[in-house]
Structure formats: structure tokens, C-alpha cells
């Protein structure tokens, strides 16, 4: 009986990876099961190192140019399989977008339970998880009944443990021929969106209080001096300020940063579904009654035309 921990990749290795088969890690040592990893994208070979001291027995690798952005027909037949040789009994990934469907796909195919965006795994006597729901207001506590059981757990949340000695075992395979409908040959990232919002340790966020989508600018150089994403609330978004991959919430990206900056965000129940589990929140908002500073760490009363170049020339001062 084994667990599999799913291996993110964008080029290199997501640290969401590392959480996934740190969770996997720990799940293994619990139900007593031999820990595999599969790696699936372009050739990786000194970033697998980084997957050391987790106990992973095997790791299966099939590299290939052809998957250097995530392609689900070539991916889940290889899953599939990897699950009937190694005896799969839990499947562990990241519930980053790709993850998620990932997850979802393999699932699917396996008539698997699944869990996506867990915060906590744990093993007792069974598989277990925690879920917030009802946009976070209430974690669900859910046992699985039946394996294969899976499981997408939220980035940033849980920590990276290293407990283990020796190096996996690497196993290369040949990428099988499938054939598939589609294949992607380029990925257009939108300038000066590196930082992928769900993964970020920083987020400066702006809402209606930005004004209009000129008025960016402001927020961008903060986030380039503190390395930070950039996101928005939907009424930034609804307004067609910045497309909807940066909307933070409900409807849009949950996302559990160290830090997540506030600028112009009243603080709406919707909005905070996405971002109440980021570890230190500061808002900045010219209305003292606004709602956002019942929930923040530190609350900044001011204009954020004034407040946050302010802020940004300390940060360079600080961190350069
Ligand atoms: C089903 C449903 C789903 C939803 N999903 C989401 C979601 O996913 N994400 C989300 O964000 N919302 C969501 N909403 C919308 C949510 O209810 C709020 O309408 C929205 O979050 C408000 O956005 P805002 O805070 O930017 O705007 P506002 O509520 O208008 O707040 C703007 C704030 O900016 C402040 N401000 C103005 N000018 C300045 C300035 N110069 N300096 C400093 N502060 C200033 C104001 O004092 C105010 O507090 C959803 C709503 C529904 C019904």
C-alpha cells in the first residue's frame, strides 16, 4: 500500500510541491505506507534534490519538453496507471488551479472520494481532513470511507517538514505516446504578474478605492519592491479595472499569504472569504468605520494616495 504525492511544476519546482509531499510524508509515517512521488515536465534534475528528507521511497519521473505546461490527457492516463502498479491508496497534490484539476481529473477516471483545498490532513485509524466552507466560516472535519481517497491541499498553509533521512530512488520513464486533442505551445503571462496570487507570500490588494485601472501603478510598485502579487476585490474587477485572475474571494482566489495589504477594500464578507487566512493583514482605508479594520492586524486610516508611496519608499529604504 503506498501514498502518492503529486510533484507541481512551472519551470521548477512550486514550493506548494514541497507541502504536498510534506503532508504525504507525514500521512505515510501514520498509516505505515511506502511514500512515491511522480514528476511529470520538463527536465528538472538538481531541483529533485530539494524533495530529500521527506521519506519519499521512489520518485516516478517523466520528463519531457512536451509537458512543460500541464497537459490533463497526457497527465491522468499516467496517473492512472502509476496507481495500479504502486498500489495507491491515497493520492496527495496542491489545490493551486492545476492541481485542482488535476485532482478532480484523476478522481474522476479512479471514482475516487476527493477533498480539494484541505488545510489540515491527518491519519487516525483513516484518512482525514479539514475544509473551510460557507466562505470559511465553518471547517468541516471529513473521514474518508473508501480508497483511493484524494486530496488538494492549500497552498501556504500547512508547513514544510523534513524528517526523514536518505535520498528517494529516481525512476525515469519513458513519456508514454498519447494521443491528445490539444497541446499547448506557449503560456502568455501578463506583465509584472509573476508571483502566482495563491502561492504568494505577499499580496498587495486594491478595491474601488483605487479609483480606475490607472491608478495601478501605485499598488504595482509595492508589490515589485516587496515581491509581492498583485490582487483586487470583485468590484475592482466587476468595474473592468483588472481582469478576474487578480480578484481575491468568494468568487475568486483563495489565497493565505504572511502578508496581505488592503488598499481601498472595505472589507465585505465576500472579499474576506478569500484572504481571512492570510497570517498578518494590514488595511489601509480612509474610512475609519470600514469594515475590514474589525479583521486586520494593523489598520491604516488615510488616504492610500498618500499612505502607500509612503510605504513603498520605506520598504525600498528597508529591503534593498
Ligand atoms: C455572491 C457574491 C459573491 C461575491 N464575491 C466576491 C469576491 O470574490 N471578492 C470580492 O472582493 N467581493 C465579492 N463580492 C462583492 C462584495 O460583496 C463587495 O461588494 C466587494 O468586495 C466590495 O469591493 P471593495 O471593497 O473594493 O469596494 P467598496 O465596498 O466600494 O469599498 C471601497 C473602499 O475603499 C475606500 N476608499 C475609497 N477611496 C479611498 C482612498 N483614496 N484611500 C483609501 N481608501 C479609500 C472606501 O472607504 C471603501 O471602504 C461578492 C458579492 C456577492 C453577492
Not at 258 to 279: E, F, P
Request: glycine fraction near 8%; proline fraction near 5%; include cysteine.
Amino acid at each position: 500500500m503506498s501514498i502518492l504525492a503529486l510533484i507541481a511544476q512551472q519551470g521548477e519546482l512550486k514550493s506548494s510541491a514541497l507541502e504536498a509531499v510534506s503532508v504525504a510524508n507525514q500521512i505515510a509515517q501514520k498509516a505505515d505506507m511506502q511514500l512515491i512521488a511522480v514528476y511529470i515536465g520538463p527536465p528538472l534534475a538538481d531541483q529533485l534534490k530539494r524533495l530529500e528528507g521527506f521519506g519519499i521511497e521512489k520518485i516516478v519521473v517523466f520528463e519531457s519538453e512536451a509537458v512543460t505546461y500541464y497537459q490533463n490527457d497526457i497527465c491522468v492516463p499516467i496517473l492512472q496507471k502509476l496507481v495500479t502498479e504502486f498500489d495507491i491508496k491515497v493520492i496527495i497534490g496542491s489545490a493551486t488551479s492545476i492541481g485542482k484539476e488535476v485532482c478532480a481529473s484523476i478522481a474522476a477516471k479512479l471514482d475516487a472520494e476527493l477533498i480539494q483545498d484541505c488545510i489540515e490532513v491527518d491519519w487516525d485509524d483513516g484518512l482525514q481532513a479539514k475544509k473551510p466552507i460557507f466562505a470559511g466560516k465553518i471547517i468541516s472535519d471529513i473521514s474518508f470511507t473508501n480508497m483511493p481517497a484524494i486530496i488538494s491541499v492549500r497552498p501556504n498553509i500547512l508547513p514544510v517538514i523534513r524528517n526523514r533521512e536518505g535520498a528517494p530512488e529516481i525512476i525515469k520513464r519513458e513519456m508514454p505516446h498519447v494521443p491528445h486533442a490539444k497541446s499547448i505551445k506557449n503560456i502568455v503571462r501578463e506583465a509584472k504578474s509573476g508571483v502566482e496570487l495563491t502561492e504568494a507570500k505577499v499580496i498587495v490588494a486594491g478595491g474601488r478605492g483605487i479609483g480606475g485601472p490607472e491608478n495601478w501603478p501605485v499598488l504595482q510598485e509595492l508589490c515589485d519592491v516587496m515581491g509581492a502579487a498583485l490582487g483586487a476585490s470583485r468590484s475592482a474587477v466587476d468595474a473592468g479595472w483588472i481582469h478576474h485572475t487578480h480578484q481575491i474571494g468568494q468568487t475568486g482566489k483563495v489565497v493565505s499569504p504572511d502578508l496581505y495589504i488592503a488598499c481601498g477594500i472595505s472589507g465585505a464578507i465576500q472579499h474576506q472569504a478569500g484572504m481571512r487566512n492570510s497570517k498578518v493583514v494590514v488595511a489601509i482605508n480612509k474610512d475609519p468605520g470600514a469594515e475590514i479594520f474589525s479583521s486586520c492586524d494593523y489598520g491604516i486610516v488615510g488616504d492610500l494616495f498618500e499612505v502607500v508611496p509612503l510605504l513603498t519608499k520605506e520598504m525600498r529604504k528597508l529591503l534593498s
